[in-house]
């Protein structure tokens, strides 16, 4: 049972160009979420989902885009990338529905460099 | 909105010593309480939680935590470290549900402690 995944694990891209981290789990929570991680921040969240075809905008989502089509995929579309949004991405699931709710689960993260 | 402030970002400590790491958080509404532990180039995983009850908490690997709620704090406490706890350290609230709030099941994290065990 591989739980939470993330692709790709590194990433390194060029200003202003259009770059998806992907998330994928397998035990279909209902929640998923994406923040970014950086020193001295923290986490912070960038965008989150209740359920499939439902997103809301979490602490820091400019420049940032999300779709959830189905439950167990949530991607992250930076449209123009910016040297600002280097950064490790961690996608998290959580569902409130059952024992033990209201802890997230993390994937590995994503390290991402915008050149 | 909430806060959540962690007082040490860095905190070196001998092996077999004591540590506490602190947390304060600021809410208008119940919250819950969370210390989550990310090792080197891991994600992050649950350390231990507050929901209700007791106000000590005992979580994996030997930590436990305290919730006081006159004071707003949540500091996290391991009676002796090891090597193995070096690792940073995230305190993070949400809120309760139906506690009036708009960040049930979402999370807002402090700034995170790195805890060093030295030899």
């Known amino acids: 049972d591989a739980g939470i995944t993330q692709s790709p694990r590194y990433k390194i891209t060029e200003t202003g160009r259009q770059v998806t981290l992907m998330c994928h789990q397998t035990w279909s929570h209902s929640y998923m979420f994406w923040y970014r991680q950086d020193l001295g921040h923290g986490l912070r969240l960038i965008y989150y989902s209740a359920a499939a075809d439902i997103t809301d905008k979490g602490e820091v989502p400019d420049g940032y885009v999300v779709s959830r089509s189905k439950t167990e995929n949530f991607p992250l579309t930076l449209e123009s990338a910016t040297r600002s949004q280097t950064s490790v991405y961690f996608c998290a699931t959580t569902d409130p529905g059952l024992a033990g709710r209201d802890t997230q689960y993390f994937g590995p993260g994503t390290r991402l460099t915008v050149l | 909105a909430q806060s959540v402030t962690q007082l040490d970002s860095q905190v070196p400590v001998f092996e077999e010593a004591p540590v506490e790491l602190r947390c304060n958080y600021s809410?208008?509404?119940?919250?819950?309480l969370f210390w989550y532990v990310q090792y080197p180039n891991q994600g992050l995983q649950l350390l231990l939680k507050y929901l209700s009850g007791s106000t000590l908490v005992k979580g994996i690997n030997g930590f436990e935590a305290e919730f006081n709620k006159s004071q707003t704090s949540f500091h996290l406490r391991k009676p002796s470290v090891h090597i193995s706890d070096t690792a940073e350290y995230f305190c993070a609230v949400s809120d309760q549900p139906y506690a009036g709030g708009t960040s049930y099941g979402k999370l807002t994290f402090g700034q995170g402690t790195i805890l060093t065990v030295h030899p």
């Open positions: 809410s208008s509404v119940s919250v819950y």
